[in-house]
């Protein structure tokens, strides 16, 4: 299985950005989707999350109400939209998948499958 994130690049405070995940290699929908996140010295922590359906979603507190995860079984692909983008959010972000279709507490030890990392950096 392999996944490929995009997206990633340089904007101001205030903005948007939206990234992708492709997923390849396996079948997309028994999977639960996250996004994660490494700030330079600091650990991997989770963003955001999506069970297999799309019917439910997990945020960290920190990005509720700013970012919205989503999914396209049909196109397999796993989409964060990030608003409201602030400096504390610069890191680079990751795509992972879980071998379950839940999306509840999913930690780093959960991951099964890595994407490789987009920059996200976010000017004051």
């Known amino acids: 299985v392999q996944l490929q994130a995009f997206g990633g690049g340089l904007v101001q405070a205030g903005g948007s950005l939206r990234l992708s995940c492709v997923v390849s290699?396996?079948?997309?929908?028994?999977?639960?989707m996250g996004w994660f996140r490494q700030a330079p010295g600091k650990d991997r922590e989770f963003v955001a999350a999506?069970?297999?359906?799309?019917?439910?979603?997990y945020y960290k507190d920190s990005v509720k109400g700013r970012f919205t995860i989503s999914r396209d079984n049909a196109k397999n692909t796993v989409y964060l939209q990030m608003n409201s983008l602030k400096p504390d959010d610069t890191a680079v972000y990751y795509c992972?998948?879980?071998?379950?279709?839940?999306?509840?507490?999913?930690?780093?030890?959960?991951?099964?499958?890595w994407g490789q990392g987009t920059q996200v950096t976010v000017s004051s």
């Open positions: 992972a998948a879980k071998n379950t279709q839940w999306a509840r507490n999913f930690h780093v030890s959960d991951v099964a499958y």
């Open positions: 290699g396996s079948t997309f929908s028994p999977y639960a």
């Open positions: 999506i069970n297999w359906s799309g019917s439910a979603t």
